[in-house]
């Protein structure tokens, strides 16, 4: 089912697609730099258009300025098949958005792959996936108000659903939890959010918001330690320190 605002949002936030296409931004292979799969090669599929926009956004070209072109679910399907993968990796922008990423993962998983679905958890589908990555957004993630004032008010309406995340996990045959944190005032956040959850310890993988080493070591210094101490996985996004800050990692 999709809500009523993330109905409003496929018209709006350009993830208008036919059902036997997508609209994607980019494609590549990598390896996973965040959560349990951690340094699993996979085949990254990253459909454009967000209901979102957290002023950190590392992918731009997929939610402030959405571009990409539509793409037919055969043709994504092909390409994960020679990509010499058994990871399949749908992210985004938000790529719950499009109706068609449910066919999308039908199809990967009639291939056999493994799929991996990156979501937000604004928006609820019946979608067959084997890991669903779920990352809620916390109030300090919101544009500047004075600059952008109605993505601001959007922004912080939609981006703690619930009801919606509690769906996802129950219908997932394993999920795990990835939060964004930017400073220490997330933190009362975050254990609200997980008591309100009543999520495993186990499934919960924080990383420091930042998209350069210089970030991620001075993070080792204050968020390192608290996530030690709270029992959850610290997660230092990979891809940064592999690849630096670029597309196609």
Same mark, same amino acid.
């Given at each position: 089912?999709?809500?009523?605002? /993330? ?22 292979? +990598? ?10 090669? +996979? ?17 731009? &070209? ?7 072109? *539509? ?63 779920? +990352?809620?957004?916390?109030? $300090?993630? /919101?544009?500047? /108000? ?25 219908? $997932?045959?394993? &999920? ?19 008591? /309100? ?23 080792? &210094? ?7 101490? *709270? ?19």
């Amino acid at each position: 089912m999709l809500t009523p605002s /993330a109905k409003n949002q496929v018209s709006h936030g350009s993830s208008k697609t036919a059902r036997g296409r997508l609209r994607v931004s980019e494609t590549f292979i +990598s390896r996973q730099g965040e959560g349990i799969l951690t340094g699993t090669p +996979s085949f990254f599929i990253r459909t454009t258009g967000c209901n979102l926009r957290c002023w950190f956004c590392d992918t731009p &070209y997929a939610s402030w300025e959405p571009k990409g072109e *539509q793409v037919e679910i055969e043709q994504l399907v092909e390409q994960a098949k020679v990509s010499g993968t058994q990871h399949v990796v749908l992210t985004g922008g938000e790529p719950m958005l499009p109706l068609s990423t449910t066919s999308l993962a039908k199809r990967l998983r009639q291939e056999g792959f493994h799929i991996t679905i990156e979501t937000a958890g604004t928006v609820h589908r019946e979608i067959d996936v084997d890991l669903m990555s779920i +990352s809620p957004k916390f109030a $300090s993630s /919101a544009p500047d /108000a004075r600059r952008h004032p109605q993505w601001h008010q959007r922004h912080q309406q939609e981006r703690m659903q619930l009801q919606i995340i509690r769906k996802l996990i129950r219908q $997932s045959a394993d &999920y795990q939890l990835k939060f964004v944190v930017d400073s220490d005032r997330d933190y009362p956040e975050l254990l609200e959010f997980l008591k /309100a959850i009543h999520a495993e310890e186990s499934k919960v993988w924080v990383m420091p918001q930042g998209s350069t080493n210089e970030a991620l070591n001075r993070a080792n &210094y204050w968020l390192k330690p608290w996530c030690e101490e *709270q029992g959850f996985h610290y997660c230092e996004r990979m891809q940064i320190r592999w690849f630096g800050n670029r597309r196609g990692t």
